[in-house]
């Protein structure tokens, strides 16, 4: 049988301990405040922002959302960035990707003053985060290290194998698996016999973007799989980068889509934006 990761309930158990963080530190004078900049409508993005501003007010920190619309020039967004990292009430800042393609992503991530940069995507946050240098986590990987921490799952001498390389999961997470003394591989698009190196993954982490792209024969018998994609299928169910049904009966335990690394993302967020005050001076 293999077992489930419940990304939902373990989500709750991390929210739930934050929560009765956040009352120590309320009744110790320290509250954070949460900026969610968000440009345009795309729905799915509607849904993520949401889910944050939720669980903002579950553990007991203030949000402020700023919806700009889609015609927002990129000047105008480096204006309101350079505003909150200005604004003292502001503790974290998160502006919600993918932005519209006029605007420089990067240089919007860069302009987020490393101090509030919640997401952990500043070149700051990165580079600590490679050398071992304590900084923000980046939220998806963090909350797949959760994951697997608290489903008992060891990360030590692994071998683990990430599918994708981008900034936001792939990289992060091959940071994070040998900061737990895993052996990490990254593949990508270009990588020769994908299937050969998957094969070999103790603990496969599967970003590639591409709707149940990852079946069986990808996967090693007794496998841990955890899927980060989050797609729609044709009846307008959520799925993910694994052919779940497919694969499921080969691992030793897999994630779902939804439930699984969807909500531990929300929850790392949450644990940035507690961790803006947790060496806070105490205000008078
Ligand atoms: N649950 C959550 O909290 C989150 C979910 N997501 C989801 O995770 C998925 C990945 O997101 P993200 O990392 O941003 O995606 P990107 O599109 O930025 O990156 C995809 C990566 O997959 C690689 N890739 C694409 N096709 C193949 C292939 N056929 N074989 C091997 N590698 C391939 C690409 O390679 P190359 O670099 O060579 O192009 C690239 O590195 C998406 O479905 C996204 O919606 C993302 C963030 C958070
Ligand atoms: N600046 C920035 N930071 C991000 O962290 C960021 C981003 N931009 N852009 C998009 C991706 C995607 N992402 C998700 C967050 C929660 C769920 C989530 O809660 N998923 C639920 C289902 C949600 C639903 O019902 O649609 C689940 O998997 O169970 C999914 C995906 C954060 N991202």
Redesign the pocket.
Same mark, same amino acid.
């Given at each position: 049988m293999s077992q489930l990761i419940d990304g939902k309930k373990i989500s709750k158990q991390i929210k739930d301990e934050l929560k009765e963080e956040v009352l120590k530190l309320n009744a110790a004078g320290k509250s954070a405040c949460l900026a969610v900049v968000q440009v345009g409508d795309d729905p799915?993005s509607s849904v993520?922002v949401n889910n944050k501003k939720k669980a903002c007010a579950y553990i007991g920190i203030r949000s402020k959302a700023y919806e700009l619309p889609e015609s927002t020039t990129e000047e105008e967004l480096v204006s309101l960035v350079e505003e909150l990292n200005e604004d003292d009430e502001v503790n974290g800042i998160l502006v919600q990707?993918p932005l519209p393609e006029h605007i420089d992503e990067d240089k919007i991530i860069r302009t987020i003053s490393p101090e509030k940069d919640v997401d952990g995507f500043h070149p700051v946050s990165v580079g600590r985060l490679w050398i071992g240098e304590k900084g923000f986590l980046s939220?998806?990987p963090a909350?797949i290290i959760q994951l697997l921490k608290r489903s008992g799952i060891e990360i030590e001498g692994k071998e683990c194998v990430i $599918? =994708?390389?981008?900034? /936001?999961?792939?990289k992060p997470m091959a940071a994070l698996l040998l900061r737990e003394n895993g052996t990490v591989t990254v593949?990508?698009?270009?990588?020769k016999n994908?299937k050969e190196v998957t094969k070999r993954a103790d603990i496969l982490i599967?970003?590639?973007?591409?709707?149940q792209?990852i079946t069986a024969d990808y996967v090693k018998e007794g496998a841990v799989v955890i899927d980060?994609?989050?797609?729609r299928d044709e009846n307008n169910h959520l799925c993910?980068?694994v052919d779940f049904a497919d694969v499921e009966p080969h691992t030793s335990a897999i994630t779902p889509?939804p439930g699984? $690394? =969807?909500p531990?993302? /929300?929850a790392m967020l949450m644990n940035n934006c507690v961790e803006t005050i947790r060496t806070q001076e105490e205000r008078p």
């Open positions: 799915a993520y990707l939220c998806t909350g $599918v =994708g390389r981008s900034n /936001i999961v792939g593949t990508h698009s270009r990588t994908l599967v970003a590639i973007g591409k709707r792209y980060v994609g989050m797609h993910g980068d889509v699984g $690394v =969807g531990m993302t /929300i």
